[in-house]
């Protein structure tokens, strides 16, 4: 079973940047769809950007377009979320998942690997 661990929150300053990470262990993560996903207080989960296997196709929401990138190491145990211009309303917690193709990638059900969650806070 592919057991996924996110890291690279913290806190940061408005237009500021950081890079998370979500390293996968016990499976590789080739062939999978892998979302990022967030959920701020009093707010419901949301996916932020995804990455299908096939074809190298991403989607990203819309308040986060231009921004954030997802990716991918070749390797296929890690992948990536590269968030610049940060704004407040990104303070969330982050979260990376993993969904078997096919599955789809928009709802949050199609996933059925998670990890744990790491905290970002932009400051003004």
């Known amino acids: 079973q592919v057991q996924l661990v996110e890291s690279g929150g913290g806190l940061v300053q408005t237009g500021g940047s950081l890079r998370l990470s979500c390293a996968a262990s016990?499976?590789?993560?080739?062939?999978?769809?892998l979302g990022w996903f967030r959920q701020g207080p009093g707010s419901e989960r949301e996916l932020v950007a995804a990455?299908?296997?096939?074809?190298?196709?991403?989607s990203y929401t819309d308040s986060v377009k231009g921004r954030f990138t997802i990716s991918r190491d070749n390797a296929g145990n890690t992948v990536l979320l590269q968030m610049n211009s940060l704004k407040p309303e990104d303070t969330a917690v982050y979260y990376c998942?993993?969904?078997?193709?096919?599955?789809?990638?928009?709802?949050?059900?199609?996933?059925?690997?998670w990890g744990q969650g790491t905290q970002v806070t932009v400051s003004l």
């Open positions: 016990g499976g590789t993560l080739n062939g999978y769809t």
């Open positions: 990455a299908l296997w096939s074809g190298g196709y991403k």
């Open positions: 998942a993993a969904a078997f193709p096919g599955a789809g990638y928009a709802k949050s059900t199609a996933y059925v690997y």
